[in-house]
């Protein structure tokens, strides 16, 4: 005789109650787990866009601690650790563009290249000069960055200071470049521009002597920074 196989126990009533009320909880949850990837998303991007707009800014404090160290050597040496630093996380071009004004675009290609090199050594040379051989400036910088009031830039926001309360603000314009970000402004004391405080020296400089009179003054403050 042929014997069927009896219910198993999940066929009874009980069993079946169980299994009913599991499934129910898989569909209510669902729905709510499906609403919580959806809301991480813009959050996740967010944090992935401020860590990259932040990382530049970690990368240059990181060589100032650097290039403070006793052991940092000459001056010359000094600037090799911060020029590779300066020519990632900053555009010099735009820098230096904003910096000049509307003449900028007067200028011919060889006479902006000539200035954009200058202007590169004086940068460095700035730093050099700012952070000596066995400094103690201590660097903080806010993980969370916020939308500039315009143009589509990012503000990080930082202090440097000497481990008192009289830590100084400075913050960076930062603008996408490549994937990530650059540095287009340091606003000093969290609002000063910088671009703007060089403006007035650059354009009078350019209008009185044109692109080499330019040069020859950045020239000359490059000189004094590494001699200082």
């Known amino acids: 005789m042929t014997r069927f196989p009896s219910k198993t ?13 599991l499934g129910l909880m898989a569909l209510v949850s669902a729905p709510a787990a499906l609403s919580l990837v959806s809301m991480s998303a813009p959050a996740l991007a967010q944090s992935a866009s401020q860590s990259a707009a932040v990382t530049p800014i970690n990368d240059l404090y990181t060589a100032l601690k650097q290039i403070q160290s006793p052991s940092s050597g000459t001056s010359e040496a000094r600037a090799q650790i911060m020029a590779p630093v300066i020519d990632r996380i900053f555009d010099l071009s735009t820098v230096l563009h904003n910096s000049i ?64 309360d009289s830590a ?15 540095i287009v402004d340091i606003l000093l004391n969290g609002h000063i521009s910088q671009v703007a405080a060089q403006r007035a020296d650059f354009s009078s400089t350019l209008a ?14 490059t000189a004094k920074f590494m001699n200082n």
């Open 101 to 164: 004004g509307m003449r900028y675009t007067t200028l011919s290609t060889d006479e902006q290249t000539r200035l954009l090199a200058a202007f590169r050594q004086f940068t460095i040379a700035r730093y050099v000069s700012s952070f000596k051989q066995g400094g103690t400036a201590q660097f903080t910088v806010n993980p969370a960055t916020r939308p500039a009031p315009s143009g589509g830039s990012t503000i990080v926001s930082t202090t440097i200071g000497d481990g008192s």
């Open 9 to 21: 126990p999940d066929a009874t009533p009980a069993r079946r109650l169980t299994r009913a009320t």
């Open 208 to 221: 009185r002597g044109g692109a080499d009179a330019l040069v020859t003054l950045l020239n000359r403050k």
């Open 168 to 182: 100084t603000a400075i913050n960076y314009v930062m603008m996408p470049s490549g994937g990530g970000y650059r």
